[in-house]
């Protein structure tokens, strides 16, 4: 089983539509949370940190249920422009800190 | 703020061939890494660094692959001899201490090509 695991997609939605992806840990010791956004051939950019209260920017809100272990990202009003692949960051302390990237959710939104 | 800079943007070798890989971390940042990114494989952490000392290398794949971090601005990455399985993009990224507060910052990546 995979640390960190997302549903590969792709999600096909069309413009203005709300989606969603999840993200799942296995590593209870897992501390922080992120959303990366990943454009085809180009680096993985910071999306927004996930907090435990939840927290929000602008269209994109993030979850995050320790209990469950896992992680939601939800981008409402989407854009042509969201298109890219989502990707879900662990980072857990054991002796040490792991950071752990999902493989990432594919998003295309058509207008 | 420059951002983490690697070099070069491409490389395109033959088997067998040397190939180094460079990295400049952003300025303050005391963590480096280095991730290599596949279709079949995703991103894979390969190493890492805190203040130029290396922390876990369980991600090296085999003896072929070695880094370095001589000073705080500097990173190298070495595959000797290259092999067509290497091709992918390698990136690097930095980060002050990984928490909420300092993510990693990944620069632009080399696409390396073994032929």
Redesign the interface.
């Known amino acids: 089983r995979k640390e960190v695991e997302q549903d590969p997609g792709p999600f096909n939605v069309p413009e203005g539509a709300t989606v969603a992806f999840n993200c799942t840990y296995s590593n209870s010791a897992s501390q922080s949370f992120f959303w990366y956004r990943q454009d085809c051939r180009k680096e993985p950019k910071l999306l927004m940190s996930v907090y435990s209260s939840g927290n929000e920017d602008g269209r994109f809100t993030a979850q995050l249920n320790r209990a469950s272990q896992y992680i939601s990202l939800l981008i409402r009003d989407s854009k042509l422009s969201d298109s890219a692949t989502y990707l879900c960051v662990v980072i857990a302390y054991t002796g040490g800190f792991k950071t752990i990237f999902g493989a990432g959710t594919r998003l295309f939104v058509k207008a | 703020d420059a951002g983490v800079i690697q070099s070069p943007r491409h490389e395109v070798t033959e088997m067998g061939q040397e190939v180094t890989l460079r990295c400049k971390p952003i300025s303050g940042h005391d963590y480096l ?1 280095w ?1 290599r990114q596949t279709m079949m494989r ?2 894979e ?1 390969l190493i ?1 660094f805190n203040n130029n000392v290396p ?2 290398d369980s991600g090296m794949p085999e003896d072929r692959f070695s880094a370095k971090m001589p000073n705080a601005s500097f990173s190298t990455l070495k595959i000797q001899p290259s092999e067509p399985r290497d091709s992918a993009v390698y ?1 690097c990224a930095s980060s002050l201490a ?3 507060n300092s ?7 080399t696409r390396l090509t073994v032929t």
């Open positions: 890494f991730y995703g991103l952490l890492y922390i876990d990136f990984p928490g909420l993510p990693l910052h990944f620069g632009n990546g």
